[in-house]
């Protein structure tokens, strides 16, 4: 037993080094920035402030889907596959006992949002709702499963699969997307668009995990054991936590659909969407660095690239603050288009949560992988 452990571990690939996890981190960010963009511009332009508004609507709902779903299960998983990077087949062992419930928790979640989609539409007063929310139900089983293996690549400290992920995924979404808007599906056709992209993303990133950590790392066989119980206690802080940022970061889109109509959720999520990008610096050093503050046995980690990684983002972040707030007018009139003049203000608006939006995912993922995710309960 010994020498097939040693086995397992002799055939896992070294970690990669912070630069080079960095390096990769920020590609997978790049490249989810770009086809982000694209396909973001192209739509506001092609589908308007009302239609837009109906596509961004079923993508707030769907993300508000996502708290239950999840149940703070992906980063656990993350937290205990980075302890145990090294060894092929204790990896293979823990993320079998996170995908087992992941699987379970992602299909009935989509299937409620699917059968539920027409009801929910009647909410908004929107019956043209009901597709793109019936859409968004397999968009969202397909980028759940994609995101919990890639959470497993960050916890092994080897994100070079995450970027062959991310490339097939957002080329899929972007030309599905665009295609099926041209043709005349609007925002129906973009949120099934979506719904292939993740689907094809998700599918390769358990194949990938597959081949690379064994066909140990998906086997459903045996239930829930004491991995997975373990998995799911450290979860729950993690699911708290995370479903706050979730709540708040959807709950505006939400309640303007509700209070007003979807040519306001057009208007301010237009603007909210590519500020978005400017958080990815962020969170690609965040993968990087986080991962390796994981105790492991013969040792404490250092905390030298978390403060500097801290101070760099400071930087980087305060130099976007100035021309958000004073070019606000010609940036939206420039990427947007002229029906959403009023996305300016908004966009000025949301200029400090643009300075911390590139700081906190460092910080938080510090948190969960030295295994004090309970500690940020107070702060959410």
């Given amino acids: ?16 080094s912070i630069p080079r996890s960095a390096t990769y981190a920020f590609a997978v960010q790049l490249t989810t920035a770009v086809f982000t963009a694209i396909l973001t511009l192209y739509l506001v332009r092609a589908l308007g402030p009302a239609a837009y508004g109906v596509f961004a609507l079923a993508l707030a709902t769907a993300g508000l889907i996502a708290v239950p779903a999840d149940l703070g299960i992906s980063p ?30 992602a299909a009935l979640a989509s299937v409620v949002l699917f059968l539920a989609s027409g009801w929910l539409a009647s909410l908004y007063h929107a019956e043209s709702l009901t597709w793109p929310l019936r859409a968004a139900a397999l968009a969202f089983f397909g980028q759940t499963l994609m995101l919990f293996f ?12 995450n970027l062959r992920i991310q490339v097939l995924e957002s080329s899929v979404e972007t030309g599905a997307s665009i295609a099926l808007v041209a043709l005349g599906a609007g925002a129906t056709g973009a949120m099934f668009g979506r719904a ?16 690379l950590v064994g066909r140990a790392a998906v086997a459903l066989a045996g239930g829930f054991g004491i991995d997975s119980r373990r998995i799911i206690r450290y979860a729950g802080p993690l699911m708290i936590v995370d479903g706050a940022y979730t709540v708040f970061s959807q709950i ?30 962020g969170q690609a050093l965040a993968n990087a660095v986080a991962p390796r503050l994981a105790r492991q046995e013969g040792g404490e980690p250092s905390l030298r690239p978390l403060t500097s990684a801290i101070r760099y ?33 908004v966009l ?7 300075f ?16 004090i995710a309970t500690r940020r309960i107070p702060l959410h």
């Fill in 252 to 281: 505006d889109v939400v309640l303007i659909g509700l209070l007003l109509n979807t040519t306001a959720v057009g208007l301010f999520q237009a603007p909210n969407r590519l500020i978005t990008l400017l958080g990815y610096p």
């Fill in 196 to 211: 292939a992209g993740y689907l094809v993303g998700g599918a390769f990133a358990l194949a990938i995990t597959v081949r």
């Fill in 356 to 371: 911390l939006m590139g700081i906190s995912p460092v910080v938080s993922l510090a948190a969960n992988y030295l295994g």
């Fill in 76 to 105: 656990s998983t993350s937290r205990f596959v980075a302890e145990r990077r090294g060894n092929r087949g204790a990896v293979a062992t823990v993320i079998s006992a996170g995908f087992k419930p992941k699987l379970a928790t």
């Fill in 1 to 16: 037993m010994q020498g097939d452990a040693r086995r397992d571990a002799a055939r896992q690939p070294a970690p990669e």
């Fill in 150 to 161: 890639e959470r497993t690549f960050i916890g092994q400290a080897r994100i070079a699969p």
């Fill in 348 to 354: 000025q608006i949301l200029t400090p949560y643009v």
């Fill in 313 to 345: 983002l400071i930087i980087v972040q305060a130099a976007l603050v100035a021309p958000l707030l004073i070019w606000a007018r010609p940036i939206v009139d420039l990427l947007l288009g002229s029906r959403y003049g009023k996305s300016a203000e």
